[in-house]
C-alpha cells in the first residue's frame, strides 16, 4: 500500500492569494490575512498571506511530498 502523498498549492495559486490581497487593501483599505482561492471541480484553497508594507502582500508555498524547487519560497505581490 502506497503512503499518502501531502499535498500543496501551485504558485499560481499562492500569487493568486497575494494579489488578491493587495487589491482589497488597495480597493476596500481593508487587509486579510487569509484568502479563499477557488480551484478546480468548486474546491477553494485558503492560503496564509502576510502583509510586508502596504500594498504589498507576501505568501509561504506550502511544503508538499511532490520534487518542486519552489517549494518552501516567499512569493511578493505589491502595487
Not at 7 to 12: F, I, K, L, V
Not at 14 to 41: D, Q, R, S
Not at 55 to 79: E, M, P, Q, R, Y
Request: aromatic content about 8%; charged content about 20%; overall charge positive.
Amino acid at each position: 500500500m502506497k503512503p499518502k502523498l501531502r499535498s500543496g498549492y501551485s504558485t499560481g495559486t499562492h500569487a493568486t492569494a497575494i494579489v488578491g490581497a493587495v487589491l482589497n487593501e488597495y480597493i476596500y483599505n481593508y487587509i486579510l490575512k487569509n484568502i479563499k482561492v477557488i480551484l478546480p471541480k468548486n474546491n477553494f484553497a485558503l492560503i496564509e498571506v502576510n502583509q510586508e508594507n502596504k500594498w504589498h502582500f507576501s505568501s509561504i508555498k506550502t511544503d508538499n511530498d511532490d520534487i518542486d524547487v519552489t517549494k518552501g519560497c516567499c512569493i511578493h505581490a505589491k502595487l
